[in-house]
């Protein structure tokens, strides 16, 4: 499987000098395989240069799956901009969370209402499929993906994708149940150290994955004054992945404050606490045009 990070950021685009290496595009990844598989994971602004691309570069009509985690606009601004939409052949089955009390049809034609957008979704030309999801296991475009809901105050899921021998996660958004996460006096960096039901449930969710994308929106430092608005530390997600056994963790979802610098000393501390939890754990921060393959 082939990855590649269109967009990085969380809450809101950040172009600039500062973003300049990170990306100031909102969340966007795009995943392929050798079996035919083509996947998108989120369309915020970062879709906009993905659709261009695919526009540019494919002979003969698009097809892919998008995957939404949930429906807040750094996740969906995206989708309106998304130029394959606009042309007549093309072919798209949206996903999202269900629990909402509009569908994800209706969300993301409300976005497109004539008072937001010249164009409504009715009038887009590509052949276009919606369906909600429900925690499980799913079958999309020949992959097994297992959904899980996460700690978010709007429905949100998470996407564990499993094909050809590896698994990839893509987790965001999501907030600790416990930011302290180790029972008092227990070794640290294991599944039964965890001291929260939800924790431990969220940990189990990616035990011995190849890879994690999973939001860090925050520093320790941070989290306090941003408690219940749905989003992790970087220490909390590092924490976890170790216990999980996890083999390669990037963290996305960057802070719209947070300059590539800030993210810098961001990937390093994350780093360090993965060493000495005495794992050799692959940490990064993702940035716009990264691209993996596992």
């Given at each position: 499987?082939?990855?590649?990070?269109?967009?990085?950021?969380?809450?809101?685009?950040?172009?600039?000098?500062?973003?300049?290496h990170f990306?100031?595009?909102?969340?966007c990844?795009?995943?392929t395989?050798?079996?035919?598989?083509?996947?998108?994971?989120?369309c915020?602004?970062?879709?906009?240069?993905?659709g261009n691309?695919?526009i540019?570069?494919?002979a003969?009509?698009?097809?892919?799956?998008?995957?939404?985690t949930?429906?807040?606009?750094?996740h969906i601004?995206?989708?309106?901009?998304?130029?394959?939409?606009?042309?007549?052949g093309?072919?798209?089955?949206?996903?999202?969370?269900e629990?909402?009390?509009?569908s994800?049809h209706?969300?993301?034609?409300?976005?497109?209402?004539?008072?937001?957008?010249?164009?409504?979704?009715?009038?887009l030309?590509?052949?276009?499929?919606y369906?909600?999801?429900?925690?499980?296991?799913?079958?999309?475009s020949?992959?097994?993906?297992?959904?899980?809901s996460?700690?978010?105050?709007s429905?949100?899921?998470?996407y564990?994708?499993?094909?050809?021998?590896?698994s990839?996660?893509?987790l965001?958004?999501?907030?600790?149940?416990?930011?302290g996460?180790?029972?008092?006096?227990?070794?640290p960096g294991?599944?039964?150290?965890?001291?929260e039901g939800g924790?431990?449930?969220?940990a189990?969710?990616?035990?011995?994955?190849d890879?994690?994308?999973?939001e860090?929106?925050?520093?320790p430092?941070?989290?306090?004054?941003?408690?219940?608005?749905g989003?992790?530390?970087f220490?909390?997600?590092?924490?976890?992945?170790?216990?999980?056994r996890?083999?390669?963790?990037?963290?996305?979802?960057?802070?719209?404050?947070?300059?590539?610098?800030?993210?810098?000393?961001?990937?390093?501390?994350?780093?360090?606490?993965?060493k000495?939890?005495?794992s050799?754990?692959?940490?990064?921060?993702?940035y716009?045009?990264?691209?993996?393959e596992?």
């Amino acid at each position: 499987m082939r990855l590649r990070f269109w967009g990085t950021r969380g809450s809101i685009a950040t172009p600039g000098r500062g973003t300049n290496h990170f990306g100031g595009n909102t969340s966007c990844i795009e995943l392929t395989s050798d079996s035919g598989a083509h996947v998108i994971m989120d369309c915020g602004t970062g879709a906009r240069l993905l659709g261009n691309q695919l526009i540019a570069n494919t002979a003969g009509p698009i097809s892919a799956a998008i995957l939404f985690t949930h429906t807040h606009w750094d996740h969906i601004q995206g989708f309106p901009f998304f130029a394959p939409l606009f042309v007549p052949g093309n072919h798209f089955t949206v996903y999202g969370p269900e629990g909402s009390h509009l569908s994800l049809h209706d969300v993301l034609s409300g976005q497109m209402e004539h008072h937001y957008f010249p164009v409504e979704l009715s009038q887009l030309a590509a052949r276009i499929a919606y369906q909600d999801l429900s925690e499980g296991i799913h079958e999309i475009s020949g992959t097994k993906i297992c959904a899980q809901s996460m700690n978010h105050p709007s429905p949100t899921l998470g996407y564990r994708i499993e094909a050809h021998g590896v698994s990839v996660l893509y987790l965001s958004d999501h907030e600790p149940f416990y930011e302290g996460v180790w029972r008092h006096g227990v070794e640290p960096g294991r599944l039964e150290s965890i001291r929260e039901g939800g924790d431990r449930r969220h940990a189990e969710y990616m035990r011995d994955a190849d890879l994690v994308i999973h939001e860090s929106q925050y520093t320790p430092e941070e989290y306090p004054a941003k408690k219940n608005w749905g989003h992790s530390t970087f220490a909390y997600v590092v924490e976890l992945a170790v216990a999980a056994r996890v083999r390669r963790l990037f963290l996305t979802h960057h802070d719209p404050s947070h300059d590539d610098l800030f993210i810098e000393n961001i990937e390093q501390r994350a780093r360090k606490l993965a060493k000495d939890l005495g794992s050799n754990m692959e940490v990064s921060c993702a940035y716009e045009g990264c691209e993996i393959e596992i």
